[in-house]
């Protein structure tokens, strides 16, 4: 079996918290004055932040399409086609049922999409614990369980300096 994820949480857990298993990771887009760049790929978390706080301009986000999902499902069932994709919160991005639509375009393979509810860390420690019993040869279904578990046992705070990217980005209303 192989784990996907997206970038919903490559920037916010160090690599060496992850066990010695691939990752296949999703990238989503963020344009910034008007270039685009591949989450994880073009530029990482320091570079991203260095170009915010030097421009006045907000940053736009894309998830990954349904096709970057399956593209990414069609090369690893070539190897193994027993894939566990692990992604961001339904409730804050489309990229779940992207990499579900994703699932349904690959026929080849046995895709088990499944919605963490969270983003950042505690999506990385998911996926983490999720690479760790595999690595224990789990099967899939306790696998699901355990990220379920890790998901309900987890309680995420996050802080901002500045409310003006959720305000942008529409996330929270002017007002509030």
């Given at each position: 079996?192989?784990?996907?994820?997206?970038?919903?949480?490559?920037?916010?857990?160090?690599?060496?918290?992850?066990?010695?298993?691939?990752?296949?990771?999703?990238?989503?887009?963020?344009?910034?004055?008007?270039?685009?760049?591949?989450?994880?790929?073009?530029?990482?978390?320091?570079?991203?932040?260095?170009?915010?706080?030097?421009?006045?301009s907000f940053p736009v986000t894309s998830q990954p399409?349904?096709?970057?999902?399956?593209e990414v499902y069609r090369k690893l069932a070539v190897a193994d086609p027993d894939i566990l994709s692990i992604q961001m919160s339904s409730g804050l991005?489309?990229?779940?049922?992207?990499?579900?639509?994703?699932?349904?375009?690959?026929?080849?393979?046995n895709i088990t999409v499944v919605d963490t509810k969270t983003l950042c860390a505690a999506l990385g420690w998911q996926v983490a614990a999720a690479a760790r019993a595999l690595k224990a040869g789990w099967p899939v279904d306790k696998i699901v369980a355990l990220v379920e578990r890790i998901g309900t046992a987890t309680e995420s705070m996050y802080t901002l300096d500045d409310l003006k990217y959720l305000i942008h980005g529409g996330r929270i209303s002017h007002m509030r």
């Open positions: 079996m192989q784990i996907v994820t997206d970038t919903g949480m490559d920037m916010y857990l160090p690599p060496e918290l992850m066990p010695e298993i691939p990752i296949h990771i999703v990238p989503h887009t963020i344009t910034l004055d008007g270039k685009s760049y591949r989450s994880g790929e073009d530029i990482q978390a320091e570079e991203l932040q260095k170009l915010l706080m030097a421009t006045p399409s349904a096709g970057d999902f399956a991005s489309g990229t779940y049922n992207a990499a579900r639509l994703g699932a349904e375009m690959v026929s080849e393979a």
